[in-house]
């Protein structure tokens, strides 16, 4: 747990009125400690390194700091309101944290315009909450605290939505504050990633959460994305993709299991690539019998994908798929 200490070796927690320096004046001579927002820096490793215990640990350093500055305005609202050499809050850290609601609320409260900040990615509070698994209520505090802020962009051409996608544990419910404040945002490519369901389909999402953006968006699913690619092949190539997630694609669009992708593969010549499940493979041989007999780009069937990766057991079961479905047709 981080302590911060003055330059005299004193702890520089205390609040009311006895500290006479300025905030800038307590930097300056603690050679880059930065009270809240070192605090905070720290909080959020403890997040990147999934260390809940320390991470709480932390939560609550950030409450008592807070508590015992409760009386010092001043010195509280020039702490929140610091920014670093990345133009990062507090409140930029914090929200990296899975930081409960109502310490949210009082840093919002205290420093109102850093919900509004972006750093010099161009990335808000509100797309680092996302990124980084924040709940739907912390979502949804920092949405009111800056309406627009979900249809703003970094640098890169990034909508909130589109971080929460990156984030595979990012929960339904956060999807649902996102879409409900900014309908928009799911039919939104961003420039190097594309529609928020490629992302979601390259990372892994729950079934539950590409059932949302398909609602919010039914044509997402025969959209290429900018590198050519449809969320059925992003899908596939992910071996953790769930059988239920390539179902509800296939039911969203058929046709997907067809298509070649701008590096001449079809969604089963990923899908044997990766080593999906049989269950994933011979979903896609009955959306696409023929599949079976179709080369990549570099001259491969799908069967001797799978060789190459040692799985004999699947191309021997790939080759039974086929049969069966072939003689359903």
Request: charged letters at 20%; glycine letters at 4%.
């Amino acid at each position: 747990m981080l302590e911060i200490y003055d330059h005299s070796g004193n702890t520089a927690l205390g609040g009311g009125n006895e500290r006479s320096e300025t905030v800038q004046e307590w930097l300056q001579s603690n050679k880059g400690n930065r009270s809240l927002l070192c605090t905070l820096s720290e909080l959020s490793s403890y997040h990147w390194n999934d260390d809940s215990d320390e991470e709480q640990f932390s939560l609550r350093h950030v409450q008592r700091w807070l508590d015992e500055n409760e009386r010092n305005g001043d010195f509280l609202r020039e702490a929140a309101n610091y920014k670093d050499a990345c133009k990062f809050t507090p409140l930029h850290w914090l929200v990296q944290a899975r930081p409960p609601p109502d310490v949210v609320q009082r840093l919002l409260q205290i420093a109102p315009e850093t919900v509004r900040a972006p750093c010099n990615f161009g990335a808000l509070p509100l797309h680092y909450a996302c990124q980084k698994d924040a709940s739907a209520d912390v979502v949804q505090l920092l949405i009111r605290a800056y309406p627009t802020s979900v249809e703003e962009c970094n640098n890169v051409g990034g909508l909130p939505i589109h971080y929460a996608c990156e984030n595979k544990a990012s929960s339904p419910d956060v999807f649902r504050v996102l879409l409900e404040a900014y309908p928009k945002g799911a039919e939104i490519q961003s420039k190097f990633l594309g529609l928020p369901l490629h992302i979601a389909c390259r990372k892994g999402a729950s079934p539950d959460v590409i059932r949302i953006l398909l609602q919010a968006y039914p044509r997402a699913a025969q959209m290429l994305s900018v590198h050519g690619v449809m969320p059925l092949h992003y899908a596939c190539e992910n071996n953790n993709t769930s059988v239920e997630v390539i179902q509800v694609l296939l039911d969203a669009n058929p046709e997907a299991a067809k298509v070649t992708s701008s590096l001449g593969s079809l969604p089963l010549h990923l899908a044997c690539k990766n080593s999906s499940s049989l269950e994933v493979l011979d979903l896609l041989l009955q959306a696409y019998p023929h599949s079976i007999h179709v080369k990549n780009r570099q001259g491969d069937l799908p069967s001797s994908i799978l060789h190459h990766q040692n799985a004999k057991k699947n191309s021997l079961v790939l080759y039974r798929s086929c049969s069966s479905c072939m003689r359903q047709f």
